[in-house]
């Protein structure tokens, strides 16, 4: 795990650090002294020999290098998470954890180090202020804030161990005679194996993986399992759609058979979307059937593509055509995952959980809506929220009507018209997320056209992805041949495809044979050129 201090001068970000790497008995670095032993120089002299653009760009220079680091307590700068370039690459590696603190409270504690501070190098209370009215509406963009005026180092130190720790959330999925529990807690990955033992009296799981999210978090998995006595077996892919084909479950069905596993042993899908989907294929065809956990690590399968017991391999360039319904008997869920996603993946898992808020729950959208930049740096309070209230959406949807006989199939909002986006650009141009967000776009402009969707609805949602700077518009778009691709629909009868719309956000509605002509004219909304 990686931490990042940010705030003010003088919050206190060193002091904390220090500590909070002692009882997390992990590493600790203190970007300024890091620089300052770089450069054999003092920052004041620095400062003053070769000016603050150069200091800037040493601390750039530095940042990268911490891209790379694990299991360390950073104390970054006053201004260094300030950079656009700095919070970037900081974003995408850790938690980053915004220390508040008042004018007043700040100058007192830095009384009698001021010379170690070139910005305060006049000494003067003014400076000071002027620093902090030209910093504080920009700490206030970042995630994870804590206001520590009152608060000594070790007292900072609780209130960070509690964000980071938070609390537990359960669901319950009941599908026929089926139930499937999700289980939403940070740090819950360090227990694993405790979790398990009180449920599976198996000593062996199989884990399907992926080599990037293993490699991030395969020994932690591992160890939480040793310390319950349960040993393991792993199958790793390289990530991606395309490793959603036949041919790597036949891979899969080979190693299970080769490790000797059997209908009640336990199968743990460890990974993103692709992952769940193909495991739970697996899982479900393997011996009739195997005892499945999901354990999903990125946003979009956190919030959707982990729950519900849908799982699903393609064939060509036609999505999810050879699949089950077979619900995982558990999905564990812990946010601390979501601290080494890109900003890529962060804005698909909210493209994602956006869908849920367009279908069933008004709040999600507008707490979306209204913390784009905060839920895009990983503030955890509000990824919880919205990871909860999406969940809450699916597994009461999914309760309802399991196996998609008639409500489930709103689940599908976006997704005539994106898988076949998909399929026509070949797996390559568009994520399955973005690829939805531009089909609930055609699907918004197609209820518009059939006098179903409020004129105020598809503005507000465009805003809203370009907030995430999730695409609105594509280029170089085969109209027809996405026409065609949607013949594989699975949710055609008759040979007539089925359409979700938004009626207003928080209500859909679902449409059946649909004159070409509005499918074309919807498909103009997201071309460009």
Same mark, same amino acid.
């Given at each position: 795990m990686k931490i990042i201090l940010t705030g003010m001068m003088g919050v206190g970000k060193t002091a904390v650090g220090r500590k909070l790497a002692e009882g997390m008995n992990i590493s600790f670095l203190d970007l300024d002294e890091h620089i300052e032993k770089k450069a054999c120089l003092k920052i004041s002299e620095i400062f003053s020999r070769f000016g603050e653009s150069r200091f800037r760009q040493m601390e750039r220079e530095v940042c990268k290098e911490l891209f790379l680091m694990n299991d360390v307590v950073i104390s970054t700068g006053g201004r260094t998470l300030l950079d656009k370039k700095n919070l970037s690459v900081l974003a995408s590696s850790g938690i980053i954890i915004t220390l508040h603190c008042t004018p007043e409270k700040i100058l007192s504690r830095i009384k009698n180090d001021r010379g170690q501070r070139p910005l305060l190098a006049s000494n003067s209370k003014e400076a000071l202020y002027r620093i902090y009215n030209e910093r504080e509406p920009e700490y206030l963009k970042l995630p994870n804030k804590l206001d520590v005026t009152h608060l000594k180092p070790e007292n900072v130190v609780g209130e960070i161990m509690k964000l980071i720790n938070g609390e537990e959330s359960r669901f319950e999925m009941i599908a026929g005679e089926n139930r499937s529990s999700s289980l939403i807690c940070r740090g819950i990955i360090d227990d694993i194996g405790t979790f398990l033992k009180n449920i599976y009296q198996d000593k062996k799981a199989f884990i399907l993986s992926d080599k990037n999210v293993f490699s991030l978090y395969g020994k932690r998995l591992i160890s939480g399992l040793h310390e319950a006595d349960i040993q393991e077996d792993v199958f790793l892919l390289p990530p991606g759609e395309r490793q959603k084909n036949l041919g790597v479950v036949k891979k899969i069905y080979a190693w299970l058979q080769e490790k000797d596993a059997t209908r009640f042993s336990l199968f743990v899908s460890f990974g993103g979307g692709v992952i769940s989907d193909i495991g739970g294929f697996a899982a479900s065809t393997?011996?009739?059937?195997?005892?499945?956990?999901?354990?999903?690590?990125?946003?979009?399968?956190? =919030?959707?593509?982990?729950?519900?017991?849908?799982?699903?391999?393609?064939?060509?360039?036609?999505?999810?055509?050879?699949?089950?319904?077979?619900?995982?008997?558990? =999905? =564990?869920?812990?946010?601390?995952?979501?601290?080494?996603?890109?900003?890529?993946?962060?804005?698909?898992?909210?493209?994602?959980?956006?869908?849920?808020?367009?279908?069933?729950?008004?709040?999600?959208?507008?707490?979306?809506?209204?913390?784009?930049?905060?839920?895009?740096?990983?503030?955890?309070?509000?990824?919880?929220?919205?990871?909860?209230?999406?969940?809450? =959406?699916?597994?009461?949807?999914?309760?309802?009507?399991?196996?998609?006989?008639?409500?489930?199939?709103?689940?599908?909002?976006?997704?005539?018209?994106?898988?076949?986006?998909?399929?026509?650009?070949?797996?390559?141009?568009?994520?399955?997320?973005?690829?939805?967000?531009?089909?609930?776009i055609c699907a918004s402009k197609l209820g518009l056209l059939l006098n179903l969707t409020s004129e105020y609805f598809l503005p507000e949602f465009k805003e809203v992805l370009t907030r995430m700077k999730a695409p609105t518009q594509i280029k170089n778009m085969n109209a027809s041949r996405i026409l065609s691709l949607m013949q594989f629909d699975k949710k055609r009868k008759e040979g007539k495809i089925s359409f979700i719309v938004p009626k207003k956000v928080g209500e859909t509605l679902i449409i059946k044979d649909v004159n070409k002509k509005y499918i074309l004219e919807s498909l103009k909304e997201i071309s460009h050129g």
């Open positions: 393997f011996h009739r059937g195997m005892k499945l956990v999901n354990i999903p690590t990125t946003l979009l399968s956190q =919030v959707d593509a982990s729950i519900g017991g849908k799982n699903a391999v393609n064939i060509n360039e036609a999505k999810n055509q050879i699949g089950t319904f077979y619900f995982p008997e558990h =999905v =564990v869920i812990d946010p601390l995952f979501l601290t080494t996603l890109s900003h890529k993946q962060m804005q698909e898992g909210l493209i994602e959980a956006l869908k849920a808020g367009v279908i069933a729950d008004k709040d999600l959208f507008l707490l979306i809506k209204n913390h784009v930049p905060e839920l895009m740096l990983k503030d955890l309070r509000l990824l919880e929220q919205v990871i909860t209230r999406a969940v809450k =959406v699916k597994s009461s949807v999914v309760t309802q009507d399991p196996y998609e006989k008639n409500t489930r199939a709103t689940l599908n909002l976006g997704h005539t018209f994106g898988h076949a986006l998909e399929g026509s650009y070949k797996y390559s141009h568009l994520s399955h997320a973005q690829a939805v967000g531009l089909g609930m």
